[in-house]
């Protein structure tokens, strides 16, 4: 029972602390390019029809059973429109 729970604890601290390192990041970094750590990543959408595109991929990500960590949200100075997600089925690492 023992491991079981140690178990339970690891993989708990390991799902956490991408969550928390996403959030942190990607609200203070609004001016950052697009990144991809592990469950989370961050998309952006620019252009006339940033809004439109930010909103559908929200949309079809919370379809898909990912969590919305900061939803869509625009940086009026370089008119980018930006959001976090933490997606389980989909694990990757760039920067």
Known sequence: MKRTS????????????PIVVGAGVGATTASADQWHYGPV???ENS?????????????LEQSSQSI?????????DTDVWYR???NPYN????G
């Open 91 to 94: 694990w990757g690492w760039s």
């Open 6 to 17: 140690r178990r339970i604890a690891v993989l708990t601290g390991v799902m956490a602390l």
């Open 47 to 59: 252009g006339e029809g940033g809004q439109y595109f930010c909103s559908k991929a929200q949309s």
């Open 41 to 43: 990543y961050r998309s």
């Open 68 to 76: 919305i960590i900061v939803p869509c949200t625009n940086v009026p």
């Open 84 to 86: 976090v997600v933490f």
